[in-house]
């Protein structure tokens, strides 16, 4: 539709056009701004953490588990050099005993949702699952952050809480 | 002819002072859209509807997605 209109607005004499292909679902998916009536309030991005720990494959299960419980987080995202996510340690993982590679102790490929996922969509699903959080990609598999559900309910327990 | 652009360039433009146009009907644009876009539907987009449009700035125009 977008090509359509910036020939026609060409045809129409306007010299300056340019042709954003890739749309609002591109801008959605890398969590910029939204207006409107369901703008940027409403999705998942403007209530993930952004400071979850992440450590790449290779790492040592040791040193990671170390860093995850400095940062008081207990669970940490696995990354490649790009900040691709290829895996998730959770709390069964990082209280392992032993001394492994992340690579081994990581469950690889957790299920993501976007930045401009809808937040109610988000806890529905947090509920149904029984998952503690979410990890928030962008459309190019890099990590925006991490919704928890007590950030999430809690958002939306104030928000009914509105007269 | 118009020139694709990323997001990244669709940024650079709008602080430049490019004029964000979204061409998807008017209900999909209440639901959501980029900051400071207007909209003009494809449908009626002529020379009355571009009236709104300054010549002299550059126009980005969007809709949901390359489908």
Redesign the interface.
């Given at each position: 539709m977008s090509p359509r209109a910036a020939s026609r607005l060409e045809g129409l004499g306007f010299e300056q056009v340019y042709d954003y292909v890739a749309g609002k679902a591109d801008w959605g998916s890398f969590g910029l701004p939204i207006e409107g009536r369901r703008d940027s309030r409403t999705r998942v991005g403007a209530y993930a953490r952004t400071d979850v720990p992440v450590c790449g494959p290779d790492d040592r299960l040791a040193n990671v588990r170390e860093l995850a419980r400095a940062a008081g987080w207990d669970t940490c995202f696995v990354t490649d050099a790009r900040g691709v996510v290829l895996g998730r340690l959770g709390r069964a993982a990082l209280a392992r005993d032993d001394d492994v590679s992340v690579e081994e102790a990581m469950t690889p490929g957790p299920s993501t949702v976007r930045p401009c996922f809808e937040l109610e969509k988000a806890i529905e699903r947090m509920h149904t699952q029984n998952l503690s959080n979410l990890p928030v990609t962008r459309s190019d598999g890099t990590l925006f952050g991490v919704l928890r559900r007590e950030d999430a309910e809690a958002r939306t327990a104030s928000q009914a809480a509105r007269p | 002819?118009?020139?694709?652009?990323?997001?990244d360039?669709?940024?650079r433009?709008v602080e430049e002072g490019?004029q964000l146009?979204?061409?998807?009907p008017e209900a999909e644009?209440?639901?959501?859209?980029?900051?400071?876009?207007v909209n003009?539907p494809?449908k009626t987009?002529?020379?009355t509807s571009?009236g709104r449009?300054e010549?002299g700035?550059?126009?980005?125009?969007?809709?949901?997605?390359?489908q």
């Open positions: - | 002819m118009p020139v694709p652009v990323d997001r360039e669709v940024q433009l490019a146009v979204e061409v998807l644009y209440e639901d959501e859209h980029l900051p400071g876009a003009i494809l987009l002529d020379a571009a449009l010549r700035r550059p126009v980005v125009v969007y809709c949901y997605d390359s």
